[in-house]
């Protein structure tokens, strides 16, 4: 009874100090991180001693939270690191293409979680999934840690196996003649939990030299994550509602509120939706989320029908205040371009939102104005950065005149018109239908997607 008294003591201690100050849970990664840091006692592998493990929560600027580990023995100086997501597993998984062209190129941050594979098509090398544990690294940090892999227990293999040794060693070579670069080659990123990423130098510009794809996972990649399908046969914890039972006229005027995580510090809060309709449009789902401990504020929009026939592009003019108060709903398979600054962000870069063209500049540069400039860039990145602000900063002040283009190949994106009839367009925008190819088919999972006949497969 008293241990039990004990805990119970020592438990409600705990809930009032949380009650007190609350605390994010991932912070964004600086040098001061250090109240964060939870050291762990832990078995050496190298010589079974006793060392210390440390965990550090924290959160990578344009990518997501991370947990940090770091391995150090006293002992034998053994030490290891590890990166795993912390992070929800994302609807898509992501494969992504670098074509290293210079030594520079060598130097990209690689984030790649458990579920990632790489491969080298030049050298013939592939990492499977699971082979190796998550990290932080380079693309010369990914080469050498292979070399560091095939070179162990070479020495003992040479007397034991010639032969195979050989044939290694061949090998090793052509994986250091990959860092001088004297031909180019590719490096392959597939992840099906969709929390891996390639540097881009160039952002907010677009890089020639990468390509990133989104693509929907297999039932057996689902599995392989965690994720299984729904038994039809056992029981469902949400019941369907009754017809008539709650009419769709109730629904328009009910916002919903149910318990969620913060994207920022991972914290509970709430999120309130409420279905509603926009003229000359059709009807979306409006969630706004505002978390109580770190002040985050988010707002984004669910289409409420299904994806139309043919995509739509849209090009706002914008010279003057009126045109930045233009109403936007922009999807999350809606992706962003500014022509004169060499700006595209990606559809997943911004979630759907509800705003207007002077709410979508500001999100875009305050994504892009992150610590990750200002912290650990090299001088001429932030240079780069800063001189992009800089110019995105005229943009906002209608210094600059620039052409915003969103382009929905889902067709589910809707910008105001200004003209007297809102249904046709006024002189400085411009609006575009088009039929989407073949890739924009297979990234919304349409190409697999059969309506007809389908009573028959079942």
Not at 197 to 204: D, R, S, T
Not at 270 to 277: A, P, S
Not at 295 to 303: A, F, I, L, P, Y
């Amino acid at each position: 009874m008293s241990t039990v008294g004990a805990t119970s003591s020592s438990n409600a201690s705990s809930l009032s100090q949380e009650a007190v100050r609350k605390e994010p849970i991932f912070r964004e990664i600086n040098a001061e991180q250090t109240d964060e840091v939870v050291e762990i006692e832990s078995a050496c592998m190298g010589c079974f001693q006793t060392g210390v493990t440390r965990l550090l929560p924290t959160k990578i600027p344009f990518f997501r939270e991370v947990v940090l580990m770091s391995f150090k023995c006293d002992h034998c100086g053994y030490t290891n690191n590890e990166m795993q997501s912390a992070s929800e597993i994302q609807k898509s998984g992501v494969r992504i293409e670098l074509e290293v062209k210079t030594v520079a190129d060598l130097n990209r941050r690689v984030v790649r979680s458990d579920n990632s594979s790489v491969s080298i098509p030049e050298v013939e090398l592939e990492i499977p999934v699971q082979s190796q544990k998550g990290e932080v690294t380079t693309v010369e940090g990914i080469i050498e840690r292979t070399i560091a892999g095939l070179s162990q227990d070479q020495d003992k293999r040479r007397i034991d196996h010639p032969t195979e040794a050989a044939t290694l060693d061949a090998y090793i070579e052509r994986l250091h003649k990959l860092k001088e670069v004297t031909t180019p080659f590719r490096v392959l990123l597939e992840d099906i939990s969709g929390n891996s990423f390639i540097e881009n130098p160039l952002a907010p510009a677009s890089d020639p030299q990468l390509k990133t794809a989104h693509f929907t996972r297999t039932k057996e990649q689902n599995e392989q994550l965690g994720l299984y399908e729904q038994n039809h046969e056992e029981q469902h914890l949400l019941k369907p509602i009754a017809e008539d039972e709650w009419p769709i006229e109730n629904l328009h005027g009910e916002v919903l509120q149910f318990p969620t995580n913060c994207p920022n510090c991972q914290a509970p809060c709430e999120t309130n939706m409420k279905l509603t309709n926009i003229p000359h449009f059709k009807e979306v789902v409006i969630m706004a989320t505002v978390c109580g401990t770190c002040g985050h504020k988010t707002n984004e929009v669910k289409s409420g029908g299904g994806v139309e026939p043919q995509g739509v592009r849209f090009k706002v003019r914008i010279t003057n205040k009126e045109d930045l108060t233009r109403d936007v709903l922009k999807s999350e398979t809606c992706s962003l371009s500014i022509p004169e600054l060499d700006l595209e962000v990606g559809p997943h870069a911004l979630c759907g939102r509800f705003t207007t063209v002077e709410g979508l500049l500001v999100a875009m540069r305050d994504q892009l104005d992150g610590t990750f400039f200002h912290d650990s860039a090299d001088e001429t990145t932030k240079q780069q950065m800063k001189r992009f602000l800089d110019t995105f900063e005229a943009v906002t002040k209608l210094e600059k005149v620039i052409t915003l283009v969103l382009e929905d190949p889902a067709g589910n994106t809707y910008v105001q018109s200004l003209s007297d009839d809102d249904a046709e367009p006024d002189d400085k925008l411009t609006v575009e239908r088009y039929d989407r190819s073949f890739q924009d088919n297979e990234e919304l999972g349409l190409n697999d997607m059969k309506t007809e006949g389908y009573e028959q497969d079942a």
